[in-house]
């Protein structure tokens, strides 16, 4: 069964220093990987997908086949980061989301 | 564009009782969802509607859980009975085709406290 693993639930670095969100994934295909963020009191919603290869609020995520990841970066990490991010793969044929259980990042002053 | 609209935002009732949730999704969105969300976990979904079929409905307890889409549009969902493990956030969301990619729009959510 395909299988998202986060393996921080948390994590914690002061403003400025730069940040990686783990994400790993099971699906031996070709993935189709997204990151999603919550902020405080507002819905999911999506940050950015790896077939996009962009950069959205200075973040960008690596898709790396030989080690089944798909990181999330930022080079300097700002307070209004601060929030729940979740690694999710859309690979099956439906389209559903299989979720990793999610990284609460703190971005302290 | 108007997001997906969820009711009620929160709701607690004992167990055994039966609770029911209201999504209005994105108009012309013609796939949605239903995701539980236990506390500390990420969401799981129970149920996929593309218009009014079920696309997928494998990890819905089906002996308590029912869901349905009338016309394409809105779905709700309902537990009966409800059990102390049903507490959870349940998130509906929208997308506008059943494909890789695609991004799902995510509503308010409902939290479900059962006591």
């Not at chain 1, 950015?48 to 609020?57: M, Q, T």
């Not at chain 2, 002996?63 to 709700?76: C, H, I, M, P, Q």
């Amino acid at each position: 069964a395909q299988r998202v693993t986060q393996p921080e639930k948390l994590l914690s670095v002061f403003k400025g220093a730069p940040v990686e969100l783990k994400c790993n994934y099971s699906y031996s295909g070709s993935p189709e990987l997204f990151w999603y963020v919550q902020y405080s009191r507002q819905r999911l919603q999506l940050l950015l997908r790896h077939i996009s290869r962009e950069s959205i609020k200075g973040f960008t995520a690596d898709l790396n086949k030989g080690e089944t990841s798909f990181h999330l970066k930022k080079p300097f990490a700002q307070e209004e980061d601060s929030a729940m991010y979740y690694c999710a793969d859309g690979s099956s044929n439906t389209g559903k989301l299989i979720f990793g259980q999610g990284t609460t990042l703190q971005v302290k002053p | 564009e108007a997001g997906v609209a969820q009711s009620p935002r929160y709701k607690i009732i004992e167990k055994r009782q039966s609770v029911a949730f209201w999504c209005n999704p994105i108009s012309g969105h013609a796939t949605l969802y239903w995701y539980q969300q236990i506390l500390g976990q990420g969401p799981k979904l129970l149920i996929q509607f593309q218009n009014n079929g079920v696309v997928d409905d494998s990890q819905l307890p089906k002996d308590r859980f029912s869901a349905e889409r009338l016309k394409g549009v809105d779905s709700t969902l309902k537990i009966q009975p409800a059990k102390l493990e049903d507490s959870a956030v349940y998130l509906c969301a929208s997308s506008d085709y059943r494909a890789k990619n695609t991004e799902a729009f995510f509503g308010q959510g409902t939290r479900l406290t059962v006591v």
